[in-house]
């Protein structure tokens, strides 16, 4: 192969690859206070410094600035929380307790201002219909696959309290970690997280 056994050049990104990211990640967080209805070609500008022919020629409409908005927070949300749990503990009970220290250090750390961006977005198109709403759920839903997959394999490896059930597991550990991420958003409780943490490993480690 070309170039196998030498050091790859470091790939850059064109200039409007790097105004792109530039722009969803100011999107990212704008949207976890504002909304996602709240963005716009006008506001990003504003709040990048950017012309609005540069907003709007990157990305042509809302609708797919919202779309680009939502993709950069699940890849924030993959590094933040799902590739470390990943990397770091095995299928199962330690996968699953790394996956709710992620999400919990997430939100306490607030890396979107607003908290976790997809418990926002769902708040605000889960009535909705159209490609943004679809999105949100799409993956949403793959969180709580996750979620839900680890359960099994935790399950599988005789890890959990006798007659667990680990999709009503799953289902416990993702209503806590959103409604801890509400909790603290909203009423400001430096003491959510940390309760979060107990009644989690208390769920998990009996």
Request: with cysteine; net charge neutral; hydrophobic share 45%.
């Amino acid at each position: 192969m070309p170039g196998q056994g030498q050091p790859q050049p470091r790939r850059t990104r064109a200039p409007g690859e790097r105004s792109r990211a530039r722009i969803v990640e100011q999107a990212a967080k704008l949207a976890t206070i504002e909304g996602l209805e709240g963005l716009s070609i006008g506001r990003l500008a504003g709040a990048t410094g950017m012309p609005k022919s540069t907003v709007h020629a990157l990305f042509g409409s809302k609708e797919q600035l919202q779309l680009a908005t939502i993709n950069a927070a699940r890849a924030r949300f993959i590094t933040e929380v799902v590739g470390p749990a990943l990397r770091a503990a095995e299928p199962g009970r330690e996968r699953l307790l790394a996956l709710c220290e992620g999400y919990l250090s997430y939100v306490e750390r607030r890396v979107f201002p607003g908290g976790c961006f997809f418990v926002a977005a769902s708040a605000e198109v889960g009535a909705q219909t159209g490609p943004v709403h679809d999105e949100v759920a799409h993956i949403q839903q793959q969180w709580r696959d996750l979620l839900a997959r680890e359960a099994d394999a935790a399950a599988e490896k005789r890890e959990l309290a006798d007659g667990t059930d680990a999709a009503q597991l799953a289902f416990e550990l993702g209503v806590i970690l959103a409604g801890t991420d509400i909790v603290s958003v909203l009423h400001d409780d430096i003491h959510a997280v940390s309760r979060a943490r107990a009644a989690i490993r208390s769920r998990l480690t009996g």
